[in-house]
């Protein structure tokens, strides 16, 4: 039976495998400063980008807020009906 045969008959197995391959021990690689250094930068950058992101979806709710206000206070055109 090839690899491919077996990733087809028994999917769950597979998919089991892949996660136990993720959960091995990397305490090597926590052991370099400069990687925990890089992380720590990316960390950084990374808490940068969501605080953008959430700051640019508090001003595109409150322009649809405002346009939502503007629809109410005018009369449909007839193609909107």
């Given amino acids: ?3 491919h045969e ?8 597979f998919i089991k495998n892949i996660e136990r391959a993720q959960q091995i021990d990397v305490s090597a690689y926590y052991d370099d400063p400069e990687a925990d250094e890089r992380n720590r930068e990316a960390k950084k950058k990374l808490v940068a980008v969501r605080k953008e992101i959430n700051e640019l979806k508090e001003i595109r709710d409150a322009q649809q807020a405002r346009m939502k206000r503007l629809r109410g206070n005018t009369v449909p055109l007839p193609t909107q009906i």
């Fill in 1 to 3: 039976m090839t690899f």
């Fill in 6 to 13: 077996k990733i087809l008959l028994f999917p769950s197995d």
